[in-house]
T-cell receptor, first 111, second 114 residues
């Protein structure tokens, strides 16, 4: 089955800790994206990558980092510099110019 | 400043009637528009899209209308079904410079009442 997987579904982190969210796709898509959703808000773009070994900052990149070493994988690290990390995180992928397909999301809670 | 606006946070419709969800945008460079449907604690699923060279696109019960001069698009669902109850996000894209970033509205929560 082709699709996008995100793990874990729920994640808890203590303040001051870095945490990495996983995103894998087997759709052979070139582009991958990370979004954040807060209650009552739309999806805001954190980072995106159009090809392997290249990525660009989105609208709210501060406090986050990414890597794109493989076409299938685009992990997101939420660092201790992110002031308000509690949110629902969504990963997406697409062929260039087509609609984005989303994973099931990871809910991160900072304790 | 919000470039994509969904001014109605919520909408209630009787089953079988038409649901109309609205979306306004400010950036005239947007050339492709999409609607996504989202259930709680799940990722959005793509519903329907429209290119700026068209004014209407239809897929089954779902029709999207685009009015470029008014910078307005709408999603019509006919007939509405209880399973359509979800949050609907409007998104817009500017394809310039090879970037395919989407800008999302804040969403409209649709409730279809049986």
């Amino acid at each position: 089955d082709g699709g996008i997987t995100q793990s874990p579904k729920y994640l808890f982190r203590k303040e001051g800790q870095n945490v990495t969210l996983s995103c894998e796709q087997n759709l052979n898509h070139d582009a991958m994206y990370w979004y954040r959703q807060d209650p009552g808000q739309g999806l805001r773009l954190i980072y995106y990558s159009q090809i392997v070994n290249d990525f660009q900052k989105g609208d709210i990149a501060e406090g986050y980092s990414v890597s794109r070493e493989k076409k299938e994988s685009f992990p997101l690290t939420v660092t201790s510099a992110q002031k308000n990390p509690t949110a629902f995180y969504l990963c997406a992928s697409s062929h260039r110019g087509t609609e984005q397909f989303f994973g099931p999301g990871t809910r991160l809670t900072v304790l | 400043d919000q470039q994509v606006k969904q001014n109605s946070p919520s909408l209630s419709v009787q089953e079988g009637r038409i649901s109309i969800l609205n979306c306004d945008y400010t950036n005239s460079m947007f050339d492709y528009f999409l609607w996504y449907k989202k259930y709680p604690a799940e990722g959005p699923t793509f519903l329907i899209s429209i290119s700026s060279i068209k004014d209407k696109n239809e897929d089954g019960r779902f029709t999207v209308f685009l009015n470029k001069s008014a910078k307005h698009l709408s999603l019509h669902i006919v007939p509405s079904q209880p399973g359509d109850s979800a949050v609907y996000f409007c998104a817009a894209r500017y394809s310039g410079a090879g970037s395919y970033q989407l800008t999302f509205g804040k969403g409209t929560k649709l409730s279809v009442i049986p």
